[in-house]
């Protein structure tokens, strides 16, 4: 990244093959579908080096579910949550961590670790939450348990979410410090509890009005004046389905290509980001790995590379009738 901060431009990838915390299977083969889209050839070939530091396995654990409300797998949550913030800590001490997965709750462990790192250094984490919705609710509010809608409360300290954690979240994330962009599927109590936390929510409508670059430019403004930490969190529902068909909880209406390489571009010129997840791609939904590749060019633009840099895709042998 063009940062001062840079460690050697050294990035690590950690596949994080979560899909506890959602009813579609297929995400714990996200991370491989990744690296076979090329995403480290890709980064290699822009300058970083790169550590491909394999997929994390999650160490078991004991973990009590809220007496109230429903959170389905909270155990097995609990276990990848724990294994992934230690490591995620790790991670961001000596690299630019970027996580690869599996389902949206991997980011209770990822930002938990980030946000643990930052508060070493003496700076507040921002989060840029990219996705169509915002996983604000809580046991008691989730009509589905799905605790991959539940990612945001837990790692800003909900208390019905603790449990997730081995000990009281000592750093959680101010959830005036995250800026959500694509938004527009959102339960009805999330609604309220987003306005009561402050959470500065960007949906689509905000997009189609003025598009993407003044949200964005008002988030990387508070980051600098802060002297923040910024953490990207990018879901594959965040793009339009018609672009991104690999992913289990489609909406219509999401951003185009041209929007979410604009936002990657932006970031880059920022200086601003630390770290990031890539989440929710499921291979089995996928069109011949369009959507792995498309997040591979994505990411590619967030380190550097211009969109009209993009290399040509060249489709495969046409079948069928002339």
């Given at each position: 990244?063009n940062?001062?901060?840079?460690?050697?431009q050294s990035?690590?990838?950690?596949g994080?093959?979560?899909?506890?915390g959602?009813?579609?299977?297929?995400?714990?083969?996200?991370?491989?579908a990744?690296?076979?889209?090329?995403i480290?050839?890709?980064?290699?070939?822009?300058g970083?080096h790169?550590?491909?530091?394999?997929n994390?396995?999650?160490?078991?654990t004991?973990?009590?579910?809220?007496?109230?409300?429903?959170?389905?797998?909270?155990?097995?949550?609990?276990?990848?949550t724990?294994?992934?913030?230690?490591?995620?800590?790790?991670m961001?001490?000596?690299?630019f961590?970027?996580?690869?997965?599996g389902d949206?709750?991997?980011?209770?462990?990822?930002?938990?670790?980030?946000?643990?790192?930052?508060?070493?250094?003496?700076?507040?984490?921002?989060?840029?939450?990219?996705?169509?919705?915002?996983?604000?609710?809580?046991?008691?509010?989730?009509?589905?348990?799905?605790?991959h809608g539940?990612?945001v409360?837990?790692?800003?300290?909900h208390?019905?979410l603790?449990?997730?954690?081995?000990?009281?979240l000592?750093h959680?994330?101010?959830?005036?410090?995250v800026?959500?962009?694509?938004?527009?599927?959102v339960?009805?109590?999330?609604?309220?509890?987003?306005?009561?936390?402050?959470v500065?929510v960007?949906?689509?409508?905000?997009?189609?009005?003025?598009?993407?670059?003044?949200?964005?430019q008002?988030?990387?403004?508070?980051?600098?004046?802060k002297?923040?930490?910024?953490?990207?969190?990018?879901?594959?529902?965040?793009?339009?389905?018609?672009?991104?068909?690999?992913?289990?909880?489609?909406?219509p209406?999401?951003?185009?290509?041209?929007?979410?390489?604009?936002?990657m571009?932006?970031l880059?010129?920022?200086?601003?980001?630390?770290?990031?997840?890539?989440?929710?791609?499921n291979?089995?939904l996928?069109?011949?790995g369009r959507?792995?590749?498309?997040i591979?060019?994505?990411?590619?633009s967030?380190?550097?590379?211009?969109i009209?840099?993009?290399?040509?895709?060249?489709?495969?042998?046409?079948t069928?009738?002339?």
């Amino acid at each position: 990244m063009n940062r001062q901060d840079t460690i050697s431009q050294s990035i690590s990838l950690l596949g994080v093959p979560l899909q506890d915390g959602t009813h579609e299977k297929g995400c714990l083969m996200g991370p491989d579908a990744l690296r076979t889209a090329g995403i480290i050839d890709t980064l290699q070939g822009l300058g970083y080096h790169c550590e491909d530091r394999g997929n994390l396995t999650p160490a078991s654990t004991d973990a009590t579910p809220p007496q109230e409300g429903n959170a389905r797998n909270f155990a097995t949550i609990a276990s990848w949550t724990r294994t992934l913030s230690d490591k995620a800590y790790e991670m961001a001490r000596d690299s630019f961590p970027i996580f690869l997965g599996g389902d949206h709750a991997l980011s209770i462990g990822s930002v938990a670790g980030i946000a643990r790192h930052a508060a070493e250094r003496g700076r507040p984490l921002y989060v840029l939450w990219l996705d169509a919705h915002p996983d604000f609710n809580i046991p008691t509010t989730s009509e589905t348990g799905n605790i991959h809608g539940m990612s945001v409360a837990a790692f800003c300290g909900h208390p019905e979410l603790a449990g997730l954690y081995d000990a009281p979240l000592a750093h959680p994330v101010d959830p005036a410090h995250v800026h959500m962009i694509g938004i527009r599927s959102v339960d009805q109590h999330e609604r309220t509890r987003l306005q009561d936390q402050r959470v500065l929510v960007n949906d689509m409508r905000v997009l189609d009005e003025v598009g993407v670059i003044r949200p964005l430019q008002q988030l990387i403004d508070e980051v600098r004046t802060k002297g923040a930490m910024l953490h990207v969190s990018l879901d594959v529902d965040f793009l339009d389905p018609s672009i991104a068909p690999a992913v289990g909880t489609t909406v219509p209406g999401g951003a185009t290509f041209r929007e979410a390489h604009l936002i990657m571009e932006l970031l880059h010129e920022s200086g601003c980001v630390t770290s990031l997840d890539l989440v929710e791609l499921n291979p089995f939904l996928d069109h011949r790995g369009r959507t792995a590749e498309l997040i591979t060019d994505l990411t590619a633009s967030l380190f550097g590379r211009k969109i009209f840099d993009r290399p040509t895709r060249h489709p495969g042998p046409r079948t069928g009738p002339l």
